[in-house]
């Protein structure tokens, strides 16, 4: 486990923090170039009008004029800005790419978010078959496994499921987005308001369950073989049926769940979706899902397409709480004892060296630090 291998000689925990993330991504490329995945980097600064079709949700982006007075931002998303380098570069395709880069969104605040989020991704480019699911799938089940000691829980849905069924409801836009957002929201009895206008269609009772439609795959496809769907889901309804078996055959040891309630993790996505996380830490680990369309917008025909992206950040404060804490020894010695302190700094696991001026001075840095002080100077080579 990554626990086991955090990195020697940090000597505060900013420091601890940064190189535990930095040994993540070397885990995560090296898991990435084995599978065969090219790494792609894209500028940090794109224009505002490569996200401007898809609203990115509810972020907020940070804006800058370049010397023409076109608006910038600093990028929110990875999907978008390779995308449109594809369009740009016009690479043959099908290609297999993997990423680690910044993100940035303006956190709400006192949220507890950050502004600047590291991120490490997949971006399968050109593949309708679902074997580009089921690859990210692999990855995630094999990269949780390897970075993390904590069981991790992947959770399927589609992008289209809940804008299907609520499309044959009523053709009113608004009434539409009001059904979705209350569903999404989990806004309870705003929903039943919305869909009691619906009480003598057929799908009513499905609808009435439809809030506390997650959990089990086999209790999630009895109810669905119950409920009088529209057949315009039966396509995503016999995907997810495919993908949890494929699951249970190949992992059998994944935990994996259905949530039908719920929103994709970008507007973009057009099926399949997934989500990982697990029950030490808050928030998704890894998220992701098909995107056919996604190209459409910077060139005339569209590609097929799955991404995942990993939230490093999240990684990184997991990864940290698991650590076994090591002993932390600081090096006091003199100029001449410099060999001596080098020789010391390769036996002990969390040892750094002083650079203080004076003994003094050194014991207090060693208190601040909460590490034992190894003074070279009184011949304190045993300790």
């Known amino acids: 486990m990554l626990s086991n291998l955090l990195p020697l000689g940090t000597r505060d925990e900013f420091g601890r923090r940064a ?23 894209t500028p940090l600064l794109e224009n505002q009008a490569v996200f401007d079709p898809y609203q990115m949700g509810n972020t907020q982006l940070y804006r800058l004029l370049d010397p023409e007075g076109q608006t ?58 679902l074997k580009a699911e089921l690859e990210c799938l692999a990855i995630a089940n094999q990269l949780s496994a390897e970075l993390i000691d904590d069981a991790v829980e992947i959770e399927l849905g589609d992008a289209q499921f809940v804008p299907q069924v609520v499309a044959t409801l009523t053709a009113d836009p608004a009434e539409q ?62 995907r997810l049926k495919t993908v949890v078996r494929w699951m249970q055959t190949t992992m059998p040891e994944q935990a994996v769940s259905i949530d039908l309630s719920s929103q994709a993790p970008q507007k973009y996505y ?28 910077f060139q005339a025909n569209s ?11 999240l ?24 060999s001596q302190a080098e020789q010391l700094l390769l036996k002990y696991q969390q040892a750094s060296l002083s650079l203080a001026d004076n003994v003094a001075a050194a014991k207090q840095e060693a208190a601040q630090m909460g590490a034992t002080l190894i003074d070279l100077t009184e011949g304190d080579l045993d300790e």
Do not use: C
């Open 19 to 41: 190189a535990t993330k930095q040994q993540l991504i070397s885990v995560i490329q090296a898991h990435f170039k084995q599978r065969g995945l090219a790494p792609i980097a």
């Open 72 to 129: 910038l931002v600093l990028r929110p998303d990875m999907t978008l800005p390779i995308a449109r380098f594809l369009s740009a570069t016009k690479i043959p395709l099908p290609q297999k790419f993997s990423y680690v880069g910044d993100i940035f969104r303006v956190s709400r605040r006192l949220s507890g978010s950050y502004n600047q989020m590291t991120q490490a991704g997949v971006e399968l480019i050109g593949y309708p078959s």
């Open 177 to 238: 987005t009001a059904i979705k957002q209350a569903l999404f929201n989990k806004q309870v009895p705003r929903y039943e308001a919305l869909i009691a206008a619906y009480q003598d269609q057929a799908l009513y009772p499905f609808l009435q369950q439809w809030p506390r439609l997650f959990g089990d795959p086999a209790t999630i496809f009895k109810q669905l073989a119950t409920a009088s769907l529209p057949t315009i889901v039966d396509g995503a309804v016999a």
């Open 270 to 297: 057009t099926g399949l979706t997934f989500r990982g996380y697990s029950q030490a830490g808050a928030g998704y680990l890894f998220s992701g899902g098909r995107y056919d369309q996604l190209l459409a917008n």
């Open 303 to 313: 590609e097929p397409a799955v991404g995942m992206g990993l939230d490093l950040d």
């Open 315 to 338: 990684l990184t404060e997991l990864a940290l709480k698991q650590a076994v804490p090591t002993p932390r020894q600081l090096i006091y010695f003199q100029p001449a004892q410099w």
